[in-house]
């Protein structure tokens, strides 16, 4: 869908919300609905998407699978765990001492494994867990692959559907996660070792520690409570910041993941973000990390390499970005590992 070059001029002359917020039902046409999303991506790198078709049913039956399994005793919850990484998981983050305030489930999406972990998850009735999953994913899956078909349009790509035909294939490497930050501690002294601020009553404690998402595209819906923060420049050219997202039960919110950045040579770029843990109230968040096959070949479009843009990433495969991003900690720039010409080793893992 080509659209008109003075539509186009109008909108990018209009300033971008600092959350941009996209209307998925396309009121102004499909058109001018890539471009948002292309224009949100590109300069903000997420968007919370409203509209999106997901029934609020698919949601709270999730959910509500999701809460029954978390009101759990310890030693029940931990025989879904430890996370390998998948599985269930408390306070720690992967395996390299990342912790935060939080508990976790972390599954494949592919229906077999959903099957198969539900059997520790709800001991009861595996099925009633793993429909409330596969039904879930694949409203989320649908959602992704139009948010990359607009994607790809908006760009101009030769194949609009190259970068959904990646997520949908049925060996994709999609994971679901949910996650479950119960109410913080208050304290009267700082928290111990974790990135706890403050001291004073009310103070709050990293619930997520700050990293970027390595997969194509993650789909993130969460209940009421506050605790989303992306880190954005701060409009004076200096440095950043970071930016709470008001929570919002009835939205999704959509950001780009490492793969998205190499696969448009950085023109769509994958943001920065974190969770601070809540006072009060237990925040649900449920993240869906849309991804290619394991044998996925990731290089740059070649529409999105020029001159003026030469390749920044050398080509990898999802297989070879997951292993260093296995290698490393949650903060860790990975992509910068894939610079073309670049030449970085890390510890305990070799390219
Ligand atoms: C510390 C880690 C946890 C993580 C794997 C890693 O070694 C580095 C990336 C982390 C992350 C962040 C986004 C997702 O929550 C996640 C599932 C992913 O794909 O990459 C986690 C990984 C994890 O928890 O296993
Ligand atoms: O729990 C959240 O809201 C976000 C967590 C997150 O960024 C992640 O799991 O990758
Ligand atoms: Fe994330």
Redesign the pocket.
């Known amino acids: 869908m080509v659209v008109p070059s003075d539509t186009m001029a109008a909108l990018e002359s209009l300033p971008l919300d600092i959350i941009p917020t996209v209307d998925m039902s396309a009121p102004a046409g499909r058109g001018e609905l890539a471009q948002r999303l292309v224009r949100a991506c590109a300069e903000r790198g997420f968007f919370k998407a409203v509209n999106h078709g997901v029934p609020p049913s698919v949601s709270s039956r999730l959910d509500a699978a999701a809460m029954a399994f978390f009101a759990r005793p310890a030693r029940v919850k931990q025989a879904a765990g430890p996370?390998d990484?998948l599985g269930y998981?408390s306070r720690n983050?992967?395996?390299?001492g990342?912790v935060g305030e939080l508990e976790?489930l972390?599954l494949h999406t592919e229906p077999d494994a959903v099957a198969r972990k539900a059997k520790t998850i709800d001991t009861e009735d595996p099925s009633r867990f793993s429909e409330a999953v596969n039904e879930y994913v694949d409203a989320v899956r649908r959602l992704a692959c139009r948010v990359l078909d607009l994607l790809g349009e908006g760009l101009g790509l030769r194949d609009p559907t190259s970068l959904s035909r990646l997520i949908s294939a049925v060996d994709s490497d999609s994971?679901l996660?949910i996650n479950h930050y119960p109410p913080s501690r208050t304290v009267d002294g700082p928290k111990s070792g974790n990135g706890g601020v403050g001291g004073a009553k009310g103070s709050t404690a990293i619930g997520?520690g700050e990293?970027?998402?390595?997969?194509i595209l993650?789909v993130l819906r969460a209940n009421d409570v506050d605790g989303l923060q992306v880190l954005l420049p701060d409009g004076h050219g200096g440095d950043e910041d970071w930016v709470q997202v008001p929570a919002d039960p009835s939205a999704f919110f959509i950001n780009v993941g490492d793969l998205l950045q190499a696969l448009t040579n950085g023109r769509l770029v994958s943001i920065r973000h974190r969770v601070m843990a809540s006072t009060s109230k237990p925040r649900l968040s449920t993240?869906y990390?849309a991804?290619p096959p394991l044998h996925a070949h990731i290089s740059a479009l070649p529409e999105t390499v020029t001159p003026a843009s030469p390749r920044r990433y050398r080509p990898f495969t999802w297989e070879e970005y997951?292993k260093a991003?296995?290698?490393?900690?949650?903060s860790?720039n990975?992509l910068d590992l894939f610079q073309a010409g670049g030449d970085v080793t890390v510890k305990g893992y070799d390219q």
């Open positions: 996370p990484p998981g983050i992967g395996a390299h990342d976790y972390l994971l996660r997520f990293h970027t998402d390595p997969q993650s993240i990390f991804a997951k991003m296995y290698a490393l900690r949650l860790h990975r």
